[in-house]
């Protein structure tokens, strides 16, 4: 393809390089939610490797350029049309090393995560789907189970070791290059390609896992009503609500997924007593089981088979009062969004201060994602919620221009990364996903 030049491909990388034609390159023509034809796959095998494939990206002028780490981007494009991409699914590494400490490999899956940590009595919040990167996740934030009682991912982030857009390789933590660390824990893919993650876990034994439909006549009501009951329940309870568009003079399901980190039945049950009275329910199950089967529930093995462009929104909502939830019923009402998921957060990721990380919307409850289609209407719905939102959680949107720069961040924490941009990547090498570009003056 043109604008690449194969014969500069570093020495170290020209094996296991892929190009189209290639018997690997089908891998490269579909992540999970998007498609892709890049012209050259670059896929190092350690960090020194992926300094080499930085510096040739950098020596290649206008080119996009993906990091690929486990193919689930929404607002990531990690494949492209005719550009470059680095894959390093191959450094998936998950060592403890003693006491609550871990290291993780970007290409690393949750689920491959969950499957070591599980039996060491250990879990990171990390998400709610196995399937998901490390790399792509502990950069932008990482909203999971155990996320009102232990925060997001980044906030077990201990030091992460980054590949600048000049091919430098720097350890960042509160000690070591603060800047960096602080930027990576919310805007990493603007600083550079993590190649490994130091996290402390927390101790978690046996968890429930409740999967509830209920059987709503108004949607609006019940909005609220899971609102106050989430809002109101115990740290330990995490939950995430998936409404489809509502046929009109018919129920619609809510299909919910709520996690208790207790062990205890009798505890389990008695704070899931205000969940399960925010409806009628169709159906209910209960299990006491393990963060590993928790992050299994719902995984997906097998080739990923995303085609064209997912459109999705993303914002946080502070609460779910009855003006956003009669919105919110009257957009499902329209069908502009076919599927719409609400997840806790709050708790303890409102006890960290919001300048402490480059991730600044830390005041929500819940945060809202929307999918639809170009025609469905679902762009000027989120417009014309704006006003009721609060920020929104970059790895859930779709539309990564300029203009949302200032949604996805506060405008303190804008102001920051811009100057940071303009030290680490000052010519724009990391772009693909929520660009803050280092010539447009601070706001
Ligand atoms: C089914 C599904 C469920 C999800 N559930 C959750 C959830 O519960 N909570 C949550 O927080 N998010 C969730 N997400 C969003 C997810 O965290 C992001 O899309 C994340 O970027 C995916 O990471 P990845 O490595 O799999 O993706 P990739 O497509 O490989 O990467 C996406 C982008 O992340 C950046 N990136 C990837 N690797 C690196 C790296 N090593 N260094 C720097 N930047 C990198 C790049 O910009 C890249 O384009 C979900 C996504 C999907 C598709």
Request: glycine residues 12%; charged residues 20%; proline residues 5%.
């Amino acid at each position: 393809m043109a604008g690449i030049d194969y014969g500069a491909i570093p020495e170290s990388l020209a094996v296991t390089a892929v190009e189209p034609g290639d018997r690997d390159y089908p891998r490269y023509t579909a992540s999970f939610l998007r498609g892709g034809a890049p012209a050259l796959v670059l896929r190092p095998k350690n960090p020194a490797q992926v300094q080499d494939a930085v510096r040739f990206a950098a020596s290649q002028r206008d080119v996009p350029l993906g990091i690929l780490s486990a193919g689930h981007g929404i607002s990531g494009r990690s494949l492209n049309y005719g550009g470059l991409v680095i894959d390093v699914s191959a450094l998936d590494h998950v060592t403890p090393r003693g006491g609550r400490r871990v290291d993780i490999g970007p290409g690393a899956r949750w689920i491959d995560v969950a499957r070591i940590l599980t039996p060491l009595g250990l879990a990171i919040t990390s998400g709610d789907y196995g399937g998901v990167g490390v790399g792509g996740l502990a950069t932008a934030g990482g909203i999971g189970w155990f996320a009102r009682e232990h925060g997001l991912t980044i906030d077990h982030l201990r030091s992460v070791d980054v590949v600048t857009a000049d091919g430098e390789l720097l350890h960042a933590s509160e000690d070591d290059n603060p800047d960096l660390f602080w930027a990576m824990r919310g805007a990493g893919a603007n600083f550079g390609v993590a190649v490994d993650f130091e996290f402390e876990a927390v101790p978690v034994g046996d968890v429930a896992f409740a999967q509830l439909t209920f059987a709503v006549t108004d949607v609006a009501e019940f909005l609220e009503n899971w609102g106050t009951a989430l809002e109101a329940s115990d740290r330990t309870v995490t939950a995430t609500v998936l409404l489809g568009a509502t046929r009109r003079g018919r129920a619609n399901y809510a299909q919910a997924t709520v996690v208790v980190d207790s062990g205890d039945s009798d505890v389990v049950l008695e704070r899931l007593q205000p969940i399960l009275r925010t409806a009628p329910l169709a159906q209910r199950s209960v299990a006491m089981t393990s963060y590993e089967e928790v992050m299994g529930a719902y995984l997906q093995e097998g080739r990923q088979q995303g085609v064209g462009e997912p459109l999705s929104h993303s914002a946080f909502a502070r609460h779910l009062d009855p003006e956003l939830s009669s919105e919110l019923a009257a957009m499902l009402e329209s069908g502009a969004s076919h599927f719409f998921t609400i997840r806790s957060v709050g708790g303890a990721i409102s006890d960290v201060p919001s300048l402490a990380t480059a991730y600044g919307w830390r005041g929500a409850n819940f945060a809202l994602v929307a999918l639809g289609s170009p025609d469905s209407g679902l762009d000027a719905w989120w417009a014309r919620l704006s006003p009721s939102f609060e920020g929104m959680y970059l790895s859930f949107e779709s539309d990564t221009g300029p203009e949302n720069l200032a949604v996805a961040f506060p405008p303190a924490h804008l102001t920051r990364l811009r100057g940071l941009k303009r030290t680490y990547d000052p010519s724009g090498l990391f772009r693909d996903n929520f660009f803050i570009d280092p010539d447009v003056d601070t706001e």
